[in-house]
């Protein structure tokens, strides 16, 4: 937690609260279905908070905007930045039900009014979001099939394009040669000095 007040340093203390409640939470949910790896979870608020909080440092999503996580899994990056950014709506969606049992549970727990949860595959979704966020459920260019057409036209207020922004790590050169639109790179190392994510990235795709 010492790590999420070094990197954003301006939360409330509504926001630190539901900070520090997350790694309780996933921890008791853990013990039951296997949301996170075993191996990660000593890492918690490095590898699934801040990691997920990478989004926040290459862009700050605007009040009122519309938020699609697609394949959120327990809830990442989804419920880390609904906490940063309570003003924001998130959709969080995945195929495994009893993963999105989870992110209701937490959410109600920490009392967050701007996420909704919905057990539906990417192409289910109805409706055109500002923003689709997720943390490398496939490759890049698998991705954006699924989820080019639900993206609003246009850019927002402050001219960042609407789009994509994916969290993915390790050499993408290949991956990017079947990656139509347009796109740009921000190394997560830019922003955080643990060695985690010297090689962990957002990308930001706009069609």
Known sequence: METIRHYFPD?????????????????????RINVISRKDFDNFYERH???????????SF?????????GTGGGFPGIPLAILF???????VDSIGKKITVVKD??????????SAMHLRAEEVKGTFD????????????????????IKKGTSKDGFSNGILY????DLSEEFKGLTGKFKTYPLASYFSEEFFETKKVI????
Not at 49 to 54: A, D, E, N, Y
Not at 106 to 115: D, S, T
Not at 167 to 170: E, N, P, S, T
């Open 86 to 92: 309570p003003e924001t709506q998130f959709l969080l």
């Open 106 to 115: 937490i959410a109600e727990k920490i009392g967050l009014q701007n996420v």
């Open 11 to 31: 939360l409330t203390p509504q926001q630190e609260s539901q900070f520090l409640q997350l790694k309780t939470l996933y921890s008791d949910w853990n013990n």
């Open 62 to 70: 605007l009040p009122g905007m519309q938020i699609l996580d697609v």
């Open 167 to 170: 969290l993915k790590g390790g």
């Open 49 to 59: 908070v801040l990691h997920s909080l990478g989004i926040a440092k290459v862009y």
């Open 131 to 150: 923003f689709i966020i997720s943390r490398a459920v496939t490759a890049m260019p698998i991705f954006v099939g699924w989820v080019k057409h639900k």
């Open 204 to 207: 930001h795709w706009v069609n």
